[in-house]
């Protein structure tokens, strides 16, 4: 069974900085970490679950949602079966829970995530 945990959350000022990082495990010998399409989203309270990220398997190919364009980048590390998001240019709108994810697709404008663990508090101060 694969367990995702994210770490890495905390308080900050606006236009300030985090790195969020995502530890994986549990992926069968057949088929590894490195075959999943890895990602990000978040939900803020009251707020739908909102889509951040999705790197395609095998190209390190990222799509992000207009919002985060230019400020979060998203990276892979199949060494260690860990991703990570650097978020720059916090805003106070990007305050919420930061969730990673696996099987991540984006299509037709809308992103989907099959497998998820327990999320990052992120908040961001005026």
């Known amino acids: 069974e694969v367990q995702l945990q994210a770490s890495g959350g905390g308080l900050v000022q606006a236009g300030g900085s985090l790195r969020l990082s995502c530890e994986a495990s549990?992926?069968?010998?057949?088929?590894?970490?490195?075959?999943?399409?890895m990602g990000w989203f978040r939900q803020a309270p009251g707020k739908e679950r909102e889509g951040v990220s999705c790197?395609?398997?095998?190209?390190?190919?990222?799509t992000y949602a207009d919002f985060v364009k230019g400020r979060f980048i998203a990276s892979t590390d199949n060494d260690k079966d860990t991703v990570h998001l650097q978020m720059s240019n916090l805003k106070p709108e990007d305050s919420a829970v930061y969730y990673c994810?696996?099987?991540?697709?984006?299509?037709?404008?809308?992103?989907?995530?099959?497998?998820w663990g327990q999320g990052t508090q992120v908040t961001v101060s005026s």
């Open positions: 549990g992926f069968s010998s057949d088929f590894g970490f490195d075959n999943y399409n």
């Open positions: 994810a696996a099987h991540c697709t984006f299509v037709n404008g809308i992103y989907e995530y099959e497998i």
């Open positions: 790197t395609t398997s095998g190209t390190d190919v990222t």
